[in-house]
């Protein structure tokens, strides 16, 4: 009778460890991941990375069970010619389901022409479309003290871009931020860390959008 009662609870321990690794997966297989390919405004410029946007979205899904896992690739100071050029190996590290594109702005402000630009984020783009990879391409602004011709220019290429290459085009995620001088840095460029959780939830929201509609 020992015996019988100790294969029996065997028995039940193993299926018990079976169904935990099939729910598992099956969790596993059904998060999304999203790359996000960006710059300073991403990469928690100014900031622990842990009160970063990016980080505060990550810990909302973690904590509301969601299966998003938010990659964050984005470096201070990187420009879409940088990007293009490490995207290749993110995608071999990485298991991608949407890029996120939040790229230019560096571009912009060092006066690079703005067909260079045009021509990066096109290749970003056909590298994603590739590999299967969903694009989300949002729009990036600049002060205007860089002139209204080149900023016209530069900020009309993402609609345009999104619509020649059909990818979801995202609005500029601190457009109120920018103007509001108590939520950025001293440099007038950069998001302070109490504008994080507001980024978070506008991204959140886009976000959901996003893989909603994917």
Do not use: C
């Amino acid at each position: 009778m020992m015996v019988r009662h100790k294969n029996k609870v065997l028995t039940l321990f193993t299926l018990s460890v079976l169904l935990f690794f099939t729910l598992s997966s099956k969790a596993f297989a059904n998060t999304k991941s999203i790359l996000i390919l960006g710059d300073s405004l991403s990469a928690g410029y100014g900031m622990p990375i842990e009160q970063a946007w990016v980080s505060l979205t990550q810990q909302y899904y973690n904590e509301t069970e969601q299966a998003i896992d938010l990659i964050n690739a984005s470096i201070s100071g990187e420009t879409t010619a940088g990007g293009l050029r490490r995207l290749p190996s993110l995608i071999q590290e990485h298991k991608i389901d949407w890029l996120l594109i939040e790229l230019g702005g560096n571009d912009g402000l060092q006066g690079h022409p703005t067909t260079n630009i045009e021509n990066n984020l096109n290749a970003i783009i056909a590298l994603a479309k590739q590999n299967d990879i969903k694009i989300a391409l949002m729009q990036i602004r600049i002060p205007p003290n860089y002139g209204k011709r080149y900023r016209q220019a530069f900020e009309g290429l993402y609609p345009k871009i999104a619509e020649q290459q059909q990818v979801s085009y995202l609005p500029f995620f601190i457009e109120d931020i920018a103007t509001n001088s108590s939520l950025m840095q001293n440099d007038g460029i950069h998001p302070n860390q109490q504008a994080q959780p507001l980024i978070s939830q506008k991204m959140r929201e886009q976000l959901k959008e996003l893989i909603k509609a994917g």
